[in-house]
């Protein structure tokens, strides 16, 4: 016969193994994203790492001796006279793109929240310049801003103005690449912030048109406020996205002319891979330069975010 306490035992043996069954079946599940981040995300930050502590020259690169140098390559790079230019390039790139994608993508937000006739089609045409590849895109605006045959300064001609040179001048460089970039990101600020609204109750938009507020107030103190959640998360994406952007600069102005339209970005690829004698030290410095800004802001994010 069973006693009690036998029984006791036994089904507390059979949790444990319901609850270690439980534990691998977890694991099991979690494993392809540990993989994924593991050799996606978490190896090559430590690859990036290595070579910014290490004098890599072409041959040590492929034989892996290279000899740790500690922070030299972090000085080389302060020391560089391309480092603050560069620096205040990619704070006005960033700073500038986001600013105006935020507000052009939030004002057209709220025009098609509107729903008039042909206003999911106009949507979806403005999605064009975020699924293009940024290969066409940048190949695009090259053509656009031409000096000589560039549709641009063939308009600004009919209406009186002189010729620009929007890619060759040091002068505009870089606000050329800040207008195809805007252009690039507006249709992503549209799509994120077109949803946020979607989620605020009309409920309240009445209740305060009942209260006598203007169209002005409505959004001041209402869309606003409840639309900031979706707002930071947007601003935190197009941050992070507009520091790492290379190849739209690259092809357009490739950081030129007399490195004008530089920014950390270019001159990390530049250091490493644009050079007959590459330096993959300084140019990975760069590269987590960038990583720490990223991750400076993620920081200032999530801070506000559990503080909210």
Known sequence: MTTHAETLVRTRGAS?????????????????VIIYLVAFYAYPLYRNLDLSLRHYTVRSFVQGDAPFSGADNYRTVFDDSTFLPALLHTMIFTFA?????????????????????????????????????????????????????????????????????WLTSPDWALTSVIIANIWIGIPFNLVILYSGLQGIPGE????????????????????????????????????????????????????????????LATWSYRLSFGNLLPEFGPGAAVGNLLIIIALFFGLLYIRRQRRD
Do not use: C
Not at 16 to 32: E, I, T, Y
Not at 131 to 160: E, K, R
Not at 222 to 250: C, H, M, Q
């Open 97 to 165: 793109s986001i600013a105006v994608q935020f507000a052009l993508g939030l004002a057209l937000a709220v025009f098609f929240t509107q729903h008039f006739k042909l206003s999911a089609t106009l949507r979806a045409l403005f999605l064009v310049p975020w699924l293009l590849p940024l290969i066409v895109s940048a190949s695009t605006w090259s053509w656009m801003l031409n000096s000589d045959s560039g549709i641009v300064n063939y308009a600004l001609n009919l209406v009186g103005v002189d010729q620009i040179n």
């Open 204 to 263: 309240i938009y009445e209740a305060a048109a009942l209260d006598g507020a203007s169209g002005w107030q409505r959004f001041w103190r209402v869309t606003f406020p409840l639309l900031r959640p979706v707002s930071a998360i947007t601003l935190l994406l197009g941050l992070v996205y507009t520091l790492k952007v290379f190849d739209l600069i690259w092809i357009m102005t490739k950081g030129g002319p007399t490195d004008a339209s530089t920014t």
């Open 16 to 32: 444990r193994v319901r609850r270690a069954r439980g534990q691998w079946a977890a694991w099991a599940f979690l494993a392809p």
